[in-house]
């Protein structure tokens, strides 16, 4: 037997072995998740949860507010938004349709349609009109998985429905490694300034507010807790804060 067919067998065994532990893994899983899985690490869903509304409130988000959350997917993180939030306030858009089906499904399972959340599928962003001005965007693992030109149509989709008072949060990996991939998307590493000039030809401007870990992040991936918090408003309407 040829160094090639062997290196192929055993590939082939790895492979066979990785699916397997896949499948396991999701046979024991809990509901919850797996549907959350289809966001994230299933295991770390409730952390990501909890950190997602102790930010924002950490922030100054306040009931009366509205706020757009960005790739709102499963509403792993937007069910204690959206319950914290007036009737109304929370607007969240996602590209998967299928994944957005999973948010439906977990607001009716949490008693929460009555709070009356838009929430909206698009494969354009800029495709989308609201009828209220935002006074938080909220983008969380979102932003790391754009290439350069859903960025800039998310930036510029961003200027023009944020309010002149409002703010923009999302997190990023800073740093030069080299470009990955997770369920299909890109995963992006880039600088501050590149991240400093997308941001300021679409209107906006940046502040590094510092590592996830810092304001409670603590999922034991160290790539995942030192990932930078940028803070984001309109050139020229408001000071960083």
């Known amino acids: 037997m040829t160094i090639a067919i062997w290196k192929h067998l055993a590939a082939s065994i790895l492979s066979g072995r990785t699916e397997l532990i896949r499948r396991l893994r999701w046979f024991v899983s809990t509901p919850a998740e797996r549907r959350h899985s289809m966001v994230g690490a299933a295991k770390l869903w409730k952390m990501k949860r909890e950190f997602q509304i102790n930010f924002l409130r950490q922030v100054g988000l306040e009931p009366q507010h509205y706020l757009l959350d960005i790739g709102c997917g499963t509403l792993r993180g937007g069910i204690p938004i959206i319950e914290y939030l007036e009737v109304g306030h929370y607007f969240g858009i996602e590209s998967r349709r299928q994944v957005l089906d999973e948010g439906r499904r977990e607001l009716q399972e949490f008693g929460l349609s009555h709070k009356q959340p838009q929430l909206i599928a698009a494969d354009n ?93 603590i999922s034991g991936v160290e790539l995942q807790d030192q990932q930078r918090m940028l803070k984001i408003w309109k050139e020229g309407k408001r000071s960083q804060g």
């Open 125 to 217: 962003i800029l495709t989308i009109k609201l009828d209220k001005m935002m006074d938080y965007i909220w983008a969380f693992s979102v932003l790391l998985h754009m290439k350069d030109k859903i960025l800039y149509d998310t930036l510029r989709f961003v200027s023009l429905n944020l309010a002149d008072t409002g703010f923009f949060f999302a997190n990023v990996n800073i740093g030069k490694k080299l470009d990955g991939k997770w369920q299909g998307f890109p995963i992006v590493w880039g600088s501050l300034s590149f991240y400093e000039k997308a941001c300021a030809d679409n209107g906006l401007k940046i502040n590094d507010i510092g590592s996830l870990k810092g304001f409670g992040h």
